[in-house]
């Protein structure tokens, strides 16, 4: 099976038994870099509000995307509360950008915003990497 450029850059993988999958790096990616486009199907937005996918992008008020296949890599792109990607919209494209220099094996995240947040996340709690290390040093004061 052969695989797209794009595909060798990245591995989806295992981030942690809480959070699931997420999408890392497999090779130093410079600060400022277009590393992929956030695609799928476009809804008009009415509609993407009443659908039940968490894998929905808000281009404008008029279209969303709904990137829930697989086939969109960027779909494994987790929230964090300190991202090193950020998504913009241009031309009714979805593109993430580095924001800083990327190790290899470093997990690409980007900060989903606040709807999607108080939304799905804070429910349950955040578990990006952030936060599930301040969680721990809190219970580690805790017993201190």
Same mark, same amino acid.
């Given at each position: 099976? @052969? #695989?797209?450029? +794009?595909? !060798? #850059?990245?591995? %989806?993988?295992? %981030?942690? &038994?809480?959070?699931?999958?997420? +999408?890392? *790096? =497999?090779?130093?990616?410079?600060?400022?870099?277009?590393?992929?486009? $956030? =695609?799928?199907? @476009?809804?008009? !937005?009415?509609? *993407?509000? =009443?659908?039940?996918?968490?894998? +929905?992008?808000?281009?404008?008020?008029?279209? =969303?995307?709904?990137?829930?296949?697989?086939?969109?890599?960027?779909? $494994? /792109?987790?929230?964090?509360? *300190?991202?090193?990607?950020?998504?913009? /919209?241009? @031309?009714?494209? /979805?593109?993430?950008? !580095?924001?800083?220099?990327?190790? #290899?094996?470093?997990? +690409? !995240?980007?900060? $989903?915003?606040?709807?999607?947040?108080?939304? $799905? /996340?804070? &429910?349950?709690?955040? #578990?990006?990497?952030?936060?599930?290390?301040?969680?721990?040093?809190?219970?580690?004061?805790? %017993?201190?």
């Amino acid at each position: 099976m @052969k #695989r797209s450029i +794009l595909q !060798t #850059r990245f591995a %989806v993988q295992k %981030v942690h &038994p809480e959070v699931g999958q997420g +999408l890392f *790096a =497999t090779e130093w990616i410079k600060k400022g870099v277009f590393v992929l486009e $956030y =695609t799928g199907k @476009k809804v008009p !937005t009415k509609r *993407a509000d =009443t659908m039940k996918s968490r894998y +929905l992008f808000e281009i404008d008020r008029k279209w =969303t995307v709904d990137g829930s296949s697989r086939a969109n890599l960027a779909r $494994y /792109i987790n929230h964090s509360c *300190a991202p090193n990607c950020e998504a913009s /919209i241009s @031309k009714g494209k /979805i593109l993430v950008h !580095t924001q800083r220099d990327i190790a #290899r094996g470093e997990e +690409l !995240t980007i900060d $989903y915003g606040e709807e999607y947040f108080d939304e $799905y /996340i804070k &429910p349950a709690g955040c #578990r990006c990497a952030r936060c599930r290390m301040r969680a721990f040093v809190t219970a580690e004061e805790m %017993v201190l």
